[in-house]
C-alpha cells in the first residue's frame, strides 16, 4: 500500500543530476540529499534538483531503487526506461547514465506546490536511505538515526580505525564520527589522542614518525590512514580538537590541499575554537564546519555564550553537543531555528537518554555502540 501511495504521489517532472557533487543545503546538512529550485518549483512543470551527497558510482543501486518501485526497464544505448502502465499519474522515468546520472520522472499537468514539496521530501528520504544505507528506528513514533562515535562500535572494535568503520557501516551506521591525529611527518591518521596510542600500540609522539613507527612497531599496522578512509568512504566528521592548534591547521592544509571537493560535499571537519572556525572559512567558505560544544564549555552558556556566536549561526553548519544531558528545552529555544543543526553525543549507552533526544525532536544521535544499543531498544518488556 506504501509503495503505490509514493508511486501515486510521484506527479511531476523532475530531473536530478547524480554525478559531481555539489555544494550542499545551507543550514539543513541533513534533511535532504537534493536541492531544489524554489523558482521552478513553483512555476514549472519540471523541477530541477541538485544532489548533495550522491556519486555516480552509485548508478546500479538507482536502478535498484527505480526497479523496486517501478517495475521491469529498457536499456537501450545507456538509457533506461519505466513505463508506468499501472498510475495514470505517472507516465515513464528516464534513468541516463551517459556522464552524469540524469533521473527524468515525467507527470500530468494540475499539481499545486505543496503537493510538488511533498513528493520532494519522499523522493529525498527514498534516495537517502539507498544510497547512504542510512537506517532508522523508531522511537516513540519518531524517525531516528544513529551516527557512530569514534567509529560507533567501541564495544567491538579498536576505535578510529578502519574494521570499525567498516562493520559499523554493515550494521546501520554510514555516518560517522572520528578523531584524527598528524604524525611528525605530516600524515594525518585516525586517533583520539597520543597518550592512548603510545599506551595501545606503542607510537611516541616525539621520537617516531609515522612512517618509522610503521616498521619499528607489530601494531602500528592498526593505524588508519585518512586518505585511505576518505577514499573509501563518505559521510564522516572529523574531530580536530584533541590536537594542538598548529597540528589542526597542518590537518586542515592537507584537507584543502588533497581532498577540497569533499570538505565541501560530504565531509564535516570538527573544531571548538572560533579561530580554527575563522581559518577554516579563510581558505573557503564552502567548507562544512562541525563546531564542538563540549561540557567545559556549559558555564558559558550559562553566562550568556551563546549569543556571542549567534552571528555565525548561519555560516555554522553543524553543532556537536558533548554530553547529551546539558541538552534541554529551553537550551534548544536559545538556538532558534538553528536547533535542527544540533546533533547529541550518548555516552555510553545510555537508552533513556536516547528516548529523551527523539523525544526532543533530534532526527540524528551520535551513540557509542549500535549494536548493544539496538538490542536494549528492541528488547521486549
Known sequence: MKKHIITALYCLKVIILIGQTTTPIRNQPFNEVIRVDSASLSKERIVTLSPIYPVYSNKKEIINLLTNKYGSYKNSRNLFFWKIKSKSFLKNVKLDTIGNCILTLKFNKNINIQSKRN???????????????WHEREINNREVYFVGHRGGLMSHFQENTGDIIKYSKQSGISFMEIDVLISKDDIPFLGHDWKYLYSKLGINRSRDSLEISKVRYQNAQNITFLSTLISEHQFLILDLIHNSIQDQKRIIQYLFRHFPKEIKSNIYIQVDKFSMYSFIKSLDKGILVSYNLRAGNTGKWRN????????KFDQIEMFVVNPSSTITKSFLNKFEDHANKIIPVIRKDNIYEIIRMANLGFEFIMIDDIIYVDHRLNKKP
Do not use: A, E, V, Y
Not at 513528493?119 to 544505507?133: A, C, E, G, Q, V
Not at 550568556?304 to 552571528?311: E, F, L, T, Y
Open 119 to 133: 513528493i520532494i521530501n519522499d523522493f529525498s528520504k527514498d534516495l537517502r536511505r539507498t544510497l547512504m544505507l
Open 304 to 311: 550568556g555564550w551563546i549569543n556571542q556566536i549567534k552571528p
